[in-house]
């Protein structure tokens, strides 16, 4: 296992070379050359840190709106899950209000999301993805979302090789892209330890698909093949929103972020943005969110 100060300073000198052109510079149709730009970070709430709570009923999004407003929120990113009618979109009626209630709140919509699996080889079975994909593009446009997250896909693709999956992949994203485009919606894929494990499984999508209309949801806790640092370094010139979580994996074993390190590679990457913050597994997502903003918050002073 590297030790702590070689794993910095080897990610200092990758965060120091690192394209400034992040966020949704990526999307800039200028063929001026690139200029460091200076980092600009908002905290946001992934809402799936309270999925046991909303899929219980014990609380609402409108719950967790007042959450963001307690603990000075910048803004929310709330899960298609959570909608009414979900998969299906949900009534105007209901995301006006909603909207409303952040705009009266201060909170920004900084992104929503939906389950789709494109590794699975039945084309009917992907085309329903497809279909839920617009339809959700179509709802982030109401709610004022600047993105709407995605999955790569989770299918074992049993008979098929990884470069078959990546072509249907590819063309598959690239129709939510186009799209997404007309809407004014970024199509946000997140890094997910599916069928992308790696940021050169990543390179090669975004390769592949090439739209500007695509950007990363980068995930910290789903680089499990490598040093997440050097990974998250690699692929964050995709970057368009994020998942910071409590937790990196190192060595095959789960370990408390170095948040300190992580805002660093991001601030010198020149991101300017949403970070979404989600927690996961055992633990009150009352207790455990503040603790995480917390934490950022002081890293952030020290950087």
């Given at each position: 296992m590297e030790s702590s100060n070689s794993r910095?300073?080897?990610i200092k000198k990758v965060a120091l070379a690192l394209p400034v052109l992040t966020g949704n510079a990526i999307f800039s149709e200028s063929k001026?050359?690139?200029v460091r730009r200076s980092s600009k970070l908002k905290l946001?709430?992934?809402?799936?840190?309270?999925?046991?709570?909303?899929?219980a009923g014990k609380i609402d999004l409108f719950d967790v709106l007042k959450f963001c407003e307690k603990y000075d929120l910048d803004a929310i990113d709330p899960t298609g899950y959570y909608?009414?009618?979900?998969?299906?979109?949900?009534?105007?009626?209901f995301v006006n209000r909603f909207k409303r209630e952040a705009f009266l709140s201060g909170i920004d919509i900084s992104g929503t999301g939906v389950r789709n699996d494109f590794a699975n080889p039945d084309p009917e079975s992907r085309r329903k993805d497809i279909e839920v994909i617009k339809k959700w593009i179509e709802t982030a446009a109401l709610l004022g979302s600047p993105n709407?997250?995605?999955?790569?896909?989770?299918?074992?693709?049993?008979?098929?090789s990884r470069d078959q999956v990546f072509d249907w992949m590819a063309e598959d994203i690239r129709e939510c892209c186009d799209y997404g485009k007309k809407f004014g919606v970024v199509i946000a894929l997140q890094?997910?330890?599916d069928f992308l494990k790696t940021s050169a499984d990543v390179d090669r999508l975004f390769e592949m698909v090439n739209s500007e209309w695509l950007g990363l949801n980068l995930d910290i806790g789903s680089y499990r093949m490598s040093d997440p640092y050097s990974e998250i370094g690699k692929n964050i010139r995709h970057a368009v929103t994020w998942q910071i979580k409590e937790n990196v994996w190192i060595n095959g074993?789960?370990?408390?972020?170095?948040?300190?390190?992580?805002l660093t590679i991001i601030k010198n990457a020149g991101y300017r943005g949403y970070l979404p913050v989600e927690t996961l597994g055992a633990g009150d997502p009352f207790e455990k969110v503040p603790k995480l903003l917390e934490d950022i918050r002081k890293a952030l002073l020290n950087i």
């Open positions: 910095r300073g080897f001026s050359p690139a946001s709430l992934n809402v799936y840190s309270f999925n046991s709570l909303l899929r909608f009414p009618g979900y998969p299906d979109s949900p009534p105007d009626e709407l997250r995605i999955f790569s896909g989770a299918n074992d693709h049993d008979g098929f890094n997910h330890n074993k789960e370990t408390p972020v170095d948040l300190r390190l992580l």
